[in-house]
């Protein structure tokens, strides 16, 4: 999830690489990359319909889920917030909303014809799933230290200017590897990096990666870049011998109990799947995912991530350009310690410690994003949380 701004650049900049004249062998086959981007611009009535079966638009892998489910037993409803849902959901084109306390459900509301047996894509929520199986992956042992080096699990990448950059420095985006952002710019790196032919069977971000130069001594510069999340995809891939998704499956789908497989869309050059976007879940077990957080990233009792990574991930550690709010290991935090995974079109899983409240979401915003949006967003999360305080000072019965 980027920042509205970026947001609004990216939009003009994929405009623009969308009618960019391509090669005779892309005119027949576009990319799996470019069909993607152009989800960015299908109507709102495509949007509100094919969110739901992304993994059947795109190659994807599943994510098997077990036979135990980690139950969401009915809570107190939260009267407080009730009135305000259905306006709020329909006037912004949501799908869902699944508000947890204590792990109970206190609020949910459906619509759009969408259900709870139903997935909805997560956007670039992925990323933040993506950076915890990295936790859990250096908590088993697949990768042995954040200090770790990148060309020690992508060999590609020994000769170029990622060899030395650190784990660690790929989660907090200080690689000082050169990257232009330019949204607005048709030739910049963000427009071009999966115009291009596959090469070698490598994933697209890894061929263009190679090729970039450094710009920062590394660990010292922050520098938005898409792409490196889907390299940190790669990275997990290569140091667990799993797609994504299999280790997802593996790590959390089953051993937590989510309730249905889950879907992670593949990249057409090397057929792995892509760790900044692409996985697609039901809303019920996006709200498992934020419970699954809210407990220090435990199951049946027992840490699965590493404690370095937790403590990374859900507090800050590099500054973002809104008041009150950073970035941690590819989670958006809050000086009030709550941390989410955002997504653009209105996804989103919210984590509030203090309050034990997790909040999942899922839409087709008539925009990627805009400052009224978000802002529409965040007042419902404040709305939720003052019902939520409002309920905890009422007398008992």
């Known amino acids: 999830m980027l920042s509205t701004i970026y947001i609004r650049l990216l939009t003009t900049a994929l405009c623009l690489t969308i009618s960019l004249p391509l090669a005779a062998d892309q005119q027949h086959a576009p990319t799996i990359g470019q069909q993607r981007e152009a989800v960015l611009f299908w109507p709102q009535a495509q949007r509100e319909a094919q969110f739901r079966q992304m993994y059947t638009l795109f190659p994807s892998d599943r994510a098997a889920h077990g036979m135990h489910v980690h139950e969401l037993p009915q809570g107190k409803p939260l009267t407080g917030a009730s009135g305000l849902l259905a306006s709020y959901m329909d006037q912004h084109h949501l799908a869902g909303v699944m508000v947890l306390q204590h792990g109970r459900v206190r609020l949910q509301r459906y619509a759009l014809g969408f259900g709870p047996e139903q997935h909805w894509e997560s956007f670039s929520v992925a990323k933040s799933v993506t950076s915890a ?108 011998h799993r797609s994504l998704a299999a280790y997802l499956s593996q790590t959390i789908w089953k051993p937590y109990g989510m309730a249905a497989d889950a879907y992670w869309i593949k990249d057409e050059c090397d057929g792995g799947d892509t760790g900044g976007s692409g996985l697609s879940a039901t809303l019920g077990d996006y709200a498992r995912l934020g419970q699954f957080m809210l407990g220090g990233g435990r199951i049946a009792g027992k840490p699965v991530v590493a404690t370095a990574w937790l403590q990374g991930a859900i507090r800050r550690q590099e500054k973002v350009d809104e008041p009150g709010r950073g970035y941690g290991y590819l989670w958006w935090t809050d000086t009030d310690g709550s941390y989410a995974a955002i997504g653009i079109f209105g996804q989103m899983v919210y984590v509030d410690p203090a309050r034990q409240l997790v909040i999942a979401q899922v839409g087709a915003w008539p925009h990627a994003t805009s400052d009224e949006l978000v802002a529409a967003r965040r007042e419902f999360v404040a709305a939720v949380k003052r019902a939520v305080d409002a309920d905890s000072k009422k007398p008992m019965p």
Request: charged share 20%; net charge negative; aromatic share 8%.
């Open 133 to 240: 199986l990295l936790g859990i992956a250096l908590q088993r042992g697949d990768i042995h230290s954040m200090d770790d080096t990148l060309g020690t699990y992508i060999p590609e990448l020994r000769d170029s200017a990622y060899a030395n950059v650190t784990v660690e420095q790929l989660l907090t985006m200080t690689s000082g590897v050169h990257w232009n952002e330019d949204y607005a710019d048709a030739k910049s790196d963000v427009a071009q990096m999966y115009l291009h032919a596959c090469v070698d069977g490598q994933a697209h971000v890894l061929s263009y990666l190679r090729r970039q130069p450094r710009q920062w001594p590394a660990g010292t510069h922050f520098n938005y870049n898409t792409a490196e999340t889907d390299l940190l995809g790669i990275l997990v891939q290569r140091a667990t």
